[in-house]
Each structure stands twice: as structure tokens, then as C-alpha cells.
């Protein structure tokens, strides 16, 4: 009997053990802290006065000072604690909100922010949870605009969007303008990586150089890494790469990116420290479908390392070129001729502010299959350019070739060489070349020839020489109304003095022997 008075006894004494579910510990304690929360929060509406009055008789039954101090601290503690927790759920309430009230499924709100900027879209992913979520799609960072008037966007930067891209990714813009304006009421550039967002503030370019090297949110040689990282597949389909002003990148770096973008089909490079020679091989030996190559160099002048097998390699890998632009470097005119007649499409060139540029590249290029399709040539500024080269080009235009060319720059702020000696300066001749008669003859054609009355030649060479700072290509199209004085040439322009053999130079100009030095440039 007692055996089974135990087997009763027990089972009721386990029930009477085990706690009731709505005496659970875990779900009495957040009820409690809820009622107590609640009637907390109802003395919102009482004067804070009654509350100071509390506080300090409090305070006051408090045996020691210690114990007063520790209560002053946890009333700090839960203010600080009941704030933070009103600030995420007024949040969440407005991220719940905005899901409810924004009219697009998520799908087209991914689609309208892949049109944004990178600048707006950094802005939209901050403003809720529901948009940060979509604005974190691969394609919302398919074109990839990074570029600031300050170098405040730093490697890591690079690698959270190139990241988030990932295959989607179809074009980059990346490094400092200098040049760039602010619009009023412009916002700076917010960039979040993780929950973290860095704002590009907004300084003069003259205080970068004295913060230069002692920080650390700038860009450095391997900023473009990330484009070769999962065996290249943000590189893979990139179509557009721009860079500007990356004072770190050298010739190796470049190279390494160039390598992971096969697709590529516009190259724009400003203000890198890398050599002319080096960029044209790696542009040679990856990217065959590239249409547009503009290189401005960051040291004009100074780099003469092009060599004309590198424009004959150039020329074969790379067919599909379409517009041409190598600015402020030393470009022999055989060597230029090898890229223009080469190109087979070739519609756009500009050799802006090069150096060693007569024009005699010109002579027979309107016959021939690479100078045919012309639209645009620009050769503002070259130093050696030649007033009868430019005399004898405009009489063929008169003549008939270069019949698509619808825009052409020949003005110099120096004025042109004169045939015998370069540094003699021409800006008027006794003979007019045929300016109307172009017009006339082509009057849909862009003409602009804009020459100084008087030259300070050698203090604007000394200027340009000691320029660092080089901006993203710009182009003004506008024409001269006023009359340019040159010497016309007896010869035919035809006949191509260069044919033969493309290595053969005008007598009449100073060759510049070829350096077979590669230096590269490397900011400490």
C-alpha cells in the first residue's frame, strides 16, 4: 500500500512542482519590466519638478554616498538605454512605413535605383532599412562613379562597391578632379560600407598637398585590385574605366587591372604617373575591343617612351578603335602616322599640347584608308606644330580630302613654329592660306584657329612643364571668326614625302632620339 501511495504521491508531486506557463520566469520577467515600462513612461506628462523632487528624496535615503553615486549612474545608464531604444524603434516604424507607403515591389525599386548615381544611391541606402536592402543588388552598382574634388575615397571604399557589383559591373569612374565645381546645395559624397558611412567633406585642393602623407584615406597602387579578385569576374564585363589624378598607381598596378578587363571598351586615364610606352603594351595585350583611348599625361612633355613597334602592336590587337587621344606627350610625327593610317575606323584624334608634333603626319593621311574617316582632329597647342604644315593641310581639305571631317582644332596660344626654327614663333604671314575658301567649301565644318597677337612662348613652356594637376577630358567647340596668316606650299600636299619607309623624318624638324629608359613614378 505504501508502494502505491508513492506512485500516486509522485506524479501529483511533479505537477505541483512544475510551474505554470503563465507563471513562467522567462515570460514574467519582460511582463513585469512591461508594466513597469508603461507606468514609467506614464510619468512623461507629470512636471519634471515632481521628478527632480523623487530623484533627490531618493538620493537622500541613501545611507552612503557611494550608494547615491550608484544610483545616479543607473539612472543615467537607463535614460541612455530607454533612448536608444526609442531611436531603433522609431526607426523600425519608419522603415515600415516607407515599406508600406513606397508604391514599387522591390524588383522596380532596384530597377529605378540601377539608374541612380553613386552619389544619390548612397543617400537612398541610407534612408531606411527597406532601401538599403535593395540598393545592396548587384545591379544598382553596375556604373560606379567614385570620382571627388578631395582624395577622400580610400581603397576600401572601392572594394565594398566593386564588391557589391561583382559581375554586374560595366563601368568605373575613380580618382580626384580638382577642376570639378560644387553646385549650390550640393550634398558631399556619403559612401556606407557595412553600417558605416564615410563622407567626403569638402577642402580646397590647395589643403591636400599639406595632408598629404598623413592620411590614410587616400588611394593607393592597388585600388584596383578587387577587379581580379574571384578569378576576374568583376573585371570580366567592365566596358568603361576611368581614372584621374591616383598619384599612387604605377605601371605595374595599371597593367595588373588593364590584364582583367578583356571586355573593356573606353580607357580614360588623367594625371597617372604611369608611362606612355607600358600602358599601350597592357592596353595591346588585353583589352582587343577597345573603341576609345584617352591618356593625358601627367608630366606633359616629359615621356617619350613610345616607341613604334609598341603603335604597330597597338594597331593589330587593337582594331576596333575608334577614337583616339594622347595629350601633352612627345609624339614623333612617323610615329602618330603609324596609329591614324593604321586605324581602319578611326573617326576622333587628339594630340592636344603633345610635343614634337609638326603636322607633316598629315601629308597624303585624306587618301589614305586610316585618315579617310575623320571627323574630328584637334591639335591645340602642340609646340612644334608648323605653320606650313598646317598651310598645306588646310589647302587639301580645299581640295577635297578629308571629306567627313567635321571639326578641326589648329589653334596655339604660342602660335605656330615657323618652318625653319621652332622657337620662332608665327601668329602672322604675308601670304593669307585659304580660310574663306575652306568655309566656303566646307561649311559644315568646325574651324577653330585661335593665335595670340603677341607670345610669351617660353615662360607658358616653363608653366607646362611644372603643371602636376590634369583634368577629365574636356572639349569646347566653338569657331573663329578672324583670318590666319601662313605660307601656302608650292609642292603638292599629296605626295606623301613619308612613304617608303615610316622612319623617315622631315629634315627640317629636330628628332628627338628615343629613350629606351622606363621610369616609373611612384609618390612615397
Not at 545611507?63 to 553615486?69: I, Y
Not at 540598393?135 to 565594398?160: E, F, G
Not at 601668329?427 to 568655309?439: C, G, R, T
Not at 568646325?446 to 595670340?452: F, G, H, M, N, T
Request: hydrophobic content about 35%; some cysteine.
Amino acid at each position: 500500500m505504501a508502494t502505491n501511495s508513492f506512485a500516486l504521491e509522485g506524479p501529483s508531486s511533479t505537477a505541483a512542482k512544475r510551474a505554470c506557463p503563465s507563471q513562467n520566469p522567462r515570460t514574467e520577467k519582460p511582463k513585469q519590466v512591461e508594466h513597469l515600462l508603461s507606468a514609467f513612461l506614464g510619468l512623461a506628462d507629470s512636471p519634471s519638478l515632481s521628478l527632480d523632487l523623487s530623484l533627490e528624496m531618493l538620493l537622500e535615503s541613501s545611507p552612503s554616498d557611494s550608494d547615491r553615486t550608484v544610483l545616479i549612474d543607473r539612472a543615467l545608464k537607463m535614460a541612455s538605454t530607454l533612448l536608444d531604444a526609442a531611436k531603433h524603434s522609431s526607426r523600425k516604424r519608419a522603415s515600415r512605413h516607407n515599406f508600406l507607403a513606397w508604391p514599387l515591389p522591390p524588383d522596380l525599386t532596384i530597377k529605378v535605383f540601377s539608374m541612380l548615381d553613386t552619389q544619390s544611391l548612397c543617400y537612398a541606402s541610407a534612408t531606411c532599412s527597406f532601401f538599403n536592402k535593395c540598393a545592396k543588388d548587384p545591379m544598382c552598382y553596375a556604373n560606379l562613379d567614385l570620382t571627388t574634388i578631395v582624395p577622400k575615397i580610400n581603397n576600401s571604399v572601392v572594394s565594398t562597391m566593386i564588391q557589391r557589383a561583382g559581375k554586374a559591373l560595366r563601368s568605373l569612374k575613380l580618382g580626384v578632379i580638382p577642376g570639378a565645381t560644387v553646385l549650390p546645395g550640393s550634398q558631399p559624397l556619403l559612401c556606407t560600407i557595412g553600417n558605416a558611412i564615410v563622407e567626403v567633406s569638402n577642402f580646397s585642393w590647395n589643403d591636400r598637398r599639406s595632408r598629404q602623407g598623413r592620411e590614410s584615406s587616400i588611394l593607393t597602387r592597388s585600388c584596383l585590385s578587387p577587379l581580379s579578385r574571384d578569378g576576374g569576374a568583376p573585371g570580366a564585363l567592365l566596358r568603361k574605366l576611368n581614372l584621374y589624378n591616383i598619384e599612387r598607381m604605377d605601371n605595374a598596378s595599371l597593367g595588373g587591372a588593364l590584364s582583367a578587363c578583356p571586355s573593356l571598351l573606353d580607357l580614360e586615364i588623367v594625371g597617372l604617373h604611369v608611362e606612355l610606352r607600358q600602358t599601350l603594351m597592357s592596353v595591346s595585350a588585353n583589352c582587343h575591343l577597345i573603341e576609345r583611348l584617352f591618356f593625358e599625361s601627367s608630366k606633359t612633355g616629359r615621356d617619350d617612351s613610345l616607341k613604334t613597334q609598341t603603335c604597330e602592336e597597338l594597331v593589330n590587337n587593337c582594331p576596333h578603335l575608334t577614337s583616339l587621344s594622347l595629350r601633352g606627350f612627345k609624339l614623333h610625327d612617323y610615329k602618330v602616322r603609324v596609329l591614324v593610317k593604321g586605324f581602319q575606323k578611326l573617326k576622333y584624334v587628339d594630340f592636344s599640347t603633345s610635343y614634337s608634333i609638326t603636322g607633316s603626319f598629315l601629308r597624303n593621311l585624306g587618301s589614305s584608308n586610316g585618315g579617310n574617316f575623320l571627323e574630328v582632329l584637334i591639335l591645340r597647342d602642340c609646340m612644334h606644330l608648323k605653320e606650313m604644315e598646317v598651310a598645306r593641310f588646310l589647302t587639301a581639305i580645299v581640295a577635297g580630302d578629308f571629306k567627313l571631317l567635321v571639326h578641326l582644332d589648329i589653334s596655339n596660344r604660342e602660335g605656330l613654329a615657323s618652318d625653319g626654327d621652332w622657337y620662332h614663333r608665327c601668329f602672322n604671314s604675308s601670304i593669307m592660306i585659304p580660310i574663306k575658301q575652306v568655309l566656303e567649301t566646307r561649311p559644315d565644318m568646325c574651324l577653330v584657329a585661335e593665335y595670340p597677337s603677341e607670345g610669351s612662348y617660353m615662360e607658358s613652356f616653363d608653366t607646362d612643364m611644372n603643371s602636376e594637376i590634369s583634368l577629365p577630358s574636356q572639349l569646347s567647340f566653338h569657331s573663329s571668326d578672324g583670318l590666319i596668316f601662313l605660307s601656302t606650299s608650292e609642292s603638292s600636299y599629296n605626295s606623301d614625302q613619308g612613304s617608303g619607309n615610316e622612319d623617315d623624318q622631315d629634315a627640317s624638324y629636330v628628332i628627338f632620339e628615343e629613350s629606351s629608359e622606363e621610369i616609373d613614378f611612384l609618390s612615397v
